[in-house]
């Protein structure tokens, strides 16, 4: 990625967190940012069968895709960018549950959700998938998180191309109760390795 390119997008991503509100989980070491917010959607049933209902409180998350972009700027290859993505996810989901586990209103946040294209994998990790619906503010979504995959992805345009103009934008989520007995700091998930 230019360089230069690069340093306008960390001038934009401070103001753009500001905006939003969101909040470092540890920042420069931390691959999620969050805000705490009501869910409006359809319900949303867990791995663990917890249902996440339209109010319930949530952990909204956010991956940081400048602080990312940051981290793979020199990375040509598509597995590797893959694969360092899913580090850091592995990575930061202990200090997330520390976070989470920390926060005053704790008892009352129901789970995790967040809302991305990078949804391959994570499964094993112990978040559900579900489609969106394709309301103004996803088509918004769509299109920022497009722009984010051709800048950041080392086959960013070819692999927009592969897609046509499909966007396979879905919710990630995860019942609070489940990030915190898997990812306690110290706990190692079943099946994972660092």
């Not at 340093?7 to 401070?14: I, P, S, T, V």
């Not at 339209?54 to 793979?72: E, M, P, V, W």
């Not at 979504?141 to 345009?157: A, F």
């Amino acid at each position: 990625m230019n360089t230069s390119l690069l340093m306008l997008w960390g001038y934009w991503d401070e103001v753009y967190q500001r905006c939003t509100r969101l909040t470092y989980i540890e920042k420069g070491k931390n691959i999620f940012r969050v805000v705490v917010l009501r869910y409006r959607g359809e319900p949303l049933v867990t791995s663990d069968n917890c249902i996440i209902h339209d109010g319930d409180l949530i952990l909204k998350l956010h991956i940081h895709n400048y602080y990312f972009a940051t981290l793979c700027k020199e990375v040509k290859d598509e597995l590797r960018v893959a694969l360092l993505l899913r580090r850091l996810i592995l990575q930061s989901l202990p200090t997330l549950a520390t976070f989470l586990n920390s926060m005053e209103n704790k008892d009352q946040i129901k789970g995790i959700v967040g809302t991305t294209m990078l949804h391959k994998g994570v499964t094993p990790l112990g978040f559900s998938i579900s489609d969106v619906p394709m309301t103004w503010f996803f088509r918004y979504k769509r299109w920022y998180l497009r722009l984010m995959l051709r800048i950041v992805h080392p086959n960013g345009k070819r692999r927009l191309q592969s897609w046509n103009h499909e966007m396979p934008l879905k919710r990630v989520y995860m019942s609070k109760e489940f990030l915190l007995n898997r990812y306690t700091e110290g706990k190692q998930p079943l099946g994972e390795s660092y």
